[in-house]
C-alpha cells in the first residue's frame, strides 16, 4: 500500500463548477499537509499547506484535513480553466515530503 | 527573482557515462531534495540535504550521489546510468518544514 494515495483522474468539470479533489494517507507521523499545483512540463509549485485538522481558506480554494481518518482534501470554486493543471497533495513529515501520484484536473470552457 | 535553478533541462545520454544534473537556489534555503518523476508513481525523494556537508537518503537513493558543499548549490551525480534511470528529475529547496519546497523546473533525462 503506498503511503499516499490520489485518483489519477483526469477529472473534467466545466468552468465555474466546484472541484473537489482527495488524498488519503497511511502515516500518523504526517504533521503538516501541502496541496502543490503542476502544470505540464513545469515543477510543482505550493499552492496551500496546513499543520492542523479542519479548513484552511485562500480565495477560490479551501483545504481540508482530517486527521482521525487521514483523509485530505481540496476544494476550488469557480473553476476556470487556467485550473487545469496536476494537483499534488504532499504530507510532510520532519524532512520527508511524500507525494501523492496527483490528479489531473481539466476545467473546460 | 528567487528560483530554483537546474541545468540541463534535458539531457540525453548512453548508459554508463558519468554525468551531474546542477542545481543552485538563490534564496538561502537551508533544506534541498531531489526528486524523480515517473508516470504511476509519481513524485519520488531521491536525496535531501539539510545544510551543507549533511545529506541523507530519500526512498530511492540507489545509483544516485549528491554532495552539498555550498548552501547554494545541490548537485546529482548519476556515477553509471542505466535505463532506468530516464525520468524526470526535480530540485527543491525549502527554509524549514513548515513552508512546503520551491521546485526547479525540472531535467528530463533519458539513458539509452
Known amino acids: 500500500q503506498k503511503e499516499v494515495e490520489q485518483d489519477p483522474g483526469p477529472l473534467s468539470v466545466p468552468e465555474g463548477a466546484i472541484v473537489s479533489l482527495n488524498c488519503t494517507y497511511s502515516n500518523s507521523a504526517f504533521q503538516y499537509f501541502m496541496w502543490y499545483r503542476q502544470y505540464s512540463r513545469k515543477g510543482p509549485e505550493l499552492l496551500m499547506y496546513?499543520?492542523?485538522?479542519g479548513n484552511k481558506e485562500d480565495g477560490r480554494f479551501t483545504a481540508q484535513v482530517d486527521k482521525s481518518s487521514k483523509y485530505i482534501s481540496l476544494f476550488i470554486r469557480d473553476s476556470q480553466p487556467s485550473d487545469s493543471a496536476t494537483y499534488l497533495c504532499g504530507p510532510y513529515a520532519g524532512n520527508m515530503l511524500t507525494f501523492g501520484g496527483g490528479t489531473r484536473l481539466m476545467v473546460k470552457p | 527573482e528567487a528560483q530554483v535553478t537546474q541545468n540541463p533541462r534535458y539531457l540525453i545520454t548512453v548508459t554508463g557515462k558519468k554525468l551531474t544534473v546542477t542545481c543552485s537556489q538563490n534564496?538561502?534555503?537551508?533544506?534541498m531534495s531531489w526528486y524523480r518523476q515517473d508516470p504511476g508513481l509519481g513524485l519520488r525523494q531521491i536525496y535531501y540535504s539539510m545544510n551543507v556537508e549533511v545529506t541523507d537518503k530519500g526512498d530511492v537513493p540507489e545509483g544516485y550521489k549528491v554532495s552539498r558543499k555550498e548552501k547554494r548549490n545541490f548537485p546529482l551525480i548519476l556515477e553509471s546510468p542505466s535505463p532506468n534511470q530516464t525520468s524526470l528529475y526535480f530540485c527543491a529547496s525549502s527554509r524549514g518544514s513548515a513552508y512546503g519546497y520551491t521546485f526547479g523546473s525540472g531535467t528530463r533525462l533519458t539513458v539509452v
Open positions: 496546513t499543520y492542523s485538522s
Open positions: 534564496m538561502n534555503h537551508e533544506y
